[in-house]
C-alpha cells in the first residue's frame, strides 16, 4: 500500500485509505503532549500555609463525638461490673488515672451499640474451628453484645454462688484479681459460658479504649497517651525533627485537637 511518503511530489494526495488509520482520533501521544504544553503553559502556584490547620478536621470521614453520660447497652448491674474490670487491668495509680477513670467502660458501651457490638463487617456463617490455631482468632458464632451479656450474667452468677451472694464489684481487691487470673487461663468453670472468652474480649476492648482517640469516649484526657509518651495526631513534627535525641515535651493532640491548639 502507498502512503504519503511514496507519492511524488505533484501536489497530488493520498487517497483516503491510505491515510493514517488514527486520523481523527486522540492517541496516546497525542494526549501526552497536549497534557505538557497545557502544564507548561498554564499558571500553576503553591500556597505555603503556616500557623493554621489547612484542613478542618474528619472533613472525609466525620467521626461522631461520644458523649460521656449514661450507657446505651449495659445495664447498671454490667456496667458496675465491667467498671470494676477494667479497674482491676489498669487500675488509677501515681502515674495517673486507670481504664475506669479514663471513660473506658463508656468506651466499650458505645462500641457495643455499633457496628462493632453486632461484628457487622465480619464472616460469621461458621465453620467455628474448637481447636483454632492462633492466627485464625475467635472461632465463636457470639457476636462481642452476645459475650458480653451472657458472660456478665455468667460472671455474677458465679460469684454469687462462690462468694457468700456478692456480685464481682463488691469482692475484694485481691478476690477479684484471682478470679480475672483463672478467668485468664480457663480455670474459672462458668455455667454454660467460656469465662476465658469474656475476660479476653474485656481485656482486648480495655487496651483498646485506654489507648484510642478519646473522640471513641476512653483515653479521657488522653491519659493513655500521656503515660506511654505519645504525641497523638500532630500532623507536623518539622520543628522537633532537627533536634535528635532530645526528649519530646510537647502535649499529645487528638482528633479533635486540644486546649490552646495554636500555642506550640
Not at 101 to 107: A, I, L
Not at 219 to 238: C, E, H, Q, S, T
Request: proline share 9%; hydrophobic share 40%; aromatic share 10%.
Amino acid at each position: 500500500m502507498r502512503t504519503d511518503r511514496d507519492l511524488p511530489e505533484t501536489g497530488r494526495t493520498a487517497p483516503q485509505s491510505a491515510k493514517s488509520k488514527h486520523s481523527g482520533r486522540l492517541t496516546r501521544r497525542s494526549l501526552l503532549a497536549s497534557a505538557a504544553l497545557l502544564i507548561m503553559t498554564s499558571g500553576v502556584s503553591a500556597r505555603v500555609v503556616t500557623k493554621v490547620l489547612p484542613w478542618q478536621p474528619n472533613e472525609a470521614y466525620p467521626v461522631p463525638p461520644v458523649i460521656p453520660g449514661g450507657y446505651l447497652f449495659f445495664t447498671p448491674a454490667e456496667a458496675a461490673a465491667v467498671d470494676a474490670i477494667v479497674d482491676r487491668l489498669i487500675p488509677t495509680d501515681d502515674l495517673g488515672p486507670g481504664a475506669k477513670d479514663s471513660g473506658v467502660t463508656t468506651f466499650i458501651d458505645r462500641q457495643l451499640t455499633g457496628p462493632f457490638g453486632g461484628h457487622d463487617w465480619l464472616y460469621m456463617q461458621g465453620p467455628f474451628s474448637s481447636t483454632p490455631l492462633p492466627t485464625q482468632g475467635l472461632q465463636s458464632p457470639l457476636v462481642p453484645r452476645q459475650q458480653y451479656r451472657l458472660g456478665l450474667a455468667a460472671l455474677e452468677a458465679y460469684c454469687k454462688a462462690n462468694f457468700n451472694g456478692k456480685a464481682f464489684a463488691q469482692l475484694s481487691g485481691d478476690e477479684k484479681d484471682k478470679l480475672l487470673g483463672g478467668m485468664e487461663k480457663g480455670d474459672v468453670k462458668f455455667d454454660n459460658f467460656s469465662s476465658r472468652m469474656l475476660f479476653n474480649a474485656i481485656y482486648a476492648n480495655t487496651m483498646e479504649g485506654f489507648f484510642a482517640d478519646p473522640i471513641y469516649g476512653g483515653n479521657r484526657d488522653m491519659a493513655g497517651w500521656k503515660l506511654i509518651g505519645f504525641p497523638g495526631v500532630r500532623y507536623d513534627f518539622r520543628d522537633v525533627m532537627a533536634k535528635p535525641n532530645q526528649a519530646y515535651t510537647l502535649p499529645p493532640v487528638a482528633m479533635q485537637g486540644r486546649p490552646a491548639w495554636g500555642e506550640n
